[in-house]
Structures are given as structure tokens and as C-alpha cells.
């Protein structure tokens, strides 16, 4: 039998060696949470930092809704992973409907709590679709909230990056100039909006790279776990989703376990171009959930290191 091109070209994919064939295990993970807003929720939670404490993940962050709408929430679950694990807690914080004296206290709060780590974004507005309108005493951007929390403690700042640009930003070129005056006001490295072509990123790091930015750009992962609310939050940041992938989860809105499977899938084959291509941290958005991003860290080679939730006496 005589195999066409495509033929020729789909064994020898398949006959290649296998992807995750004995990966040295050299990555380095960490990852987002959102704070809890019920007690199931909480426990759902903090069976995930369980999950993913042993590891050793360079840091977890807590996210910060729009309009500081979770501040309190996202304190309490950031100073207990601060004090009950060994994983060093990063908080997210935004310049939304806060003062500049306001943030600073939320700051302070951070660090007497043991927080040496912040997340510093703009922020969405409180009202979804809105335009981003500055606090009268606060600042007017994330450069300047950077510049702020560096004039109260010495914390180690992480900012946010767009390899497909932000919905407000001009153009890319000015979004790229954004990301590096984000830097230049002390960040020490940026994390990325989730995408899902290693080309996205790749290319964006060239950007990147002739716009003579010199820091640690980490991709940004989010495993699917329903495609519909994905898509949602696609649409919101702007970020393309591929067609195929629509297309591998036709039929499963019903099958939660065949749905986890094609999402794990997908994410562990990104995560595997990336790290070809000479990534070695990856920021996972876990919507709360251990499981998918357990397993593909386990599929890169990550082994759990024996670390229990509470910290030793």
C-alpha cells in the first residue's frame, strides 16, 4: 500500500516518540485561586491547595474582583495560605474604586500578614463593559500602583501581559510600551493572559524582546473546563479561540468526565510546545479546581514532594 504525504506526515507524528516520555521534570509551576464566597466553595478550595502544595509551586496568588469587591475575602484566603502552608502567597491588587491611602492600608495589611508577594493590575471596573474611570485620589494605573507598593515595602510585584493586546489598549506597540513601563516602575516579571497557540506566546516573547524587555514573561494557562464560559472570558480579554477546539468539545456539555479529559489534553499539549520552545514556569489558572493542572504537571515531569498543608512546628 503506498501512504500519501498526509498519511506519511500523521505516522510519523504518531510513531514519534511519545510527548511526555520521561520530561526531565525542570518546570516550575505556580498558581492562581479565587477567593471563596461559600463554605462549599471554601472547602473545594483548600482541597485544591492540598492537591497542589506538594508541588512546590513557586507561589499560588488569590485574584481581586472588580472594584475590590473581594478584598476581604481575598486577605482572609491569602494571610491562611500565608500562615498555614509552605507555598509563598501572592495577593492580587488593582487601583479600582480605591485611594492611593486605601491601597497603601490594604499594602501594609498584606505584609504585617506575612505577604511578601502582589499582583499588580489595573483592574476591571465594578460594572462589566464600563470604562475603566480612576479612583479621584488614587493612581490611574497599574505603572503608577507598581511605583506606589514599591515606596511602602519591598515586595515582589508581578504584572499582567497580553501576548493578543488589551481590549483598550491602542495597538500593540502601545500595549508593549505599557508592559515595559510596568517593569521599569519595579516589577519583577510579568504573567500572561491565557492563550492557546504556543505561537501566541512565542512570538509575543520576540516582541518582547526587541522592545528591549529583559524580564521573566510567564505564560499564563487556563485549562478549559466548560467551553462556553471560556469562550465568555475570551471574548472579554481578547483572545482568540481556535475553531478546532470548538469543535472537540461539540456533544460534551453533558459527559463532565470526557470533557475533562479533551481539556487536560489540549492544555498538557500547550504546555509541552511551550516547554520545547524553552519555557520552564508556567502560571496555571485553576478556577479552584486541582485536578487538571495537577495532571499536567505530572505530565511535565512534576512529582509530589511529600509537603502536608500545615506548616511543620
Known sequence: MTLSLTQLEEARRALGAPLYADVAGDAVVSFEFFPPKTDKMNETLWDSVRM???????????????????????????????????????????????????????????????????????????VAGAKFEPHPD?????????????TLHPFEISVSAYPETHPDADCAQSDLDNLKAKLDAGADRAITQFFFAPETFFRFRDQVAAAGISAEIVPGIMPVSTFAAT?????????DVPAWMGRLFEGLE?????RQLVSATIAA????????GGTRHFHFYTLNRAELSFAICHMLGLRAQGVGLEKAA
Open 52 to 126: 497542589l502544595e506538594p508541588l512546590a509551586p513557586r507561589f499560588v496568588s488569590v485574584t481581586y474582583g472588580a472594584g475590590g469587591s473581594t478584598r476581604e475575602r481575598t486577605h482572609a484566603t491569602v494571610a491562611r495560605i500565608a500562615s498555614e502552608t509552605s507555598v509563598p502567597a501572592a495577593a492580587h491588587l488593582t487601583c479600582v474604586g480605591a485611594s492611593k491611602a486605601e491601597i497603601a492600608d490594604v499594602a501594609h495589611a498584606y505584609w504585617d500578614a506575612g505577604v511578601r508577594h502582589i499582583v499588580a493590575l489595573r483592574g476591571d471596573p465594578p
Open 138 to 150: 488614587g493612581y490611574r494605573n497599574a505603572v503608577e500602583l507598581v511605583a506606589g507598593l514599591k
Open 231 to 239: 469562550s465568555r472570558m475570551a471574548a472579554m480579554c481578547g483572545t
Open 254 to 258: 453533558e459527559l463532565p468526565a470526557a
Open 269 to 276: 499539549e500547550l504546555c509541552r510546545r511551550l516547554y520545547a
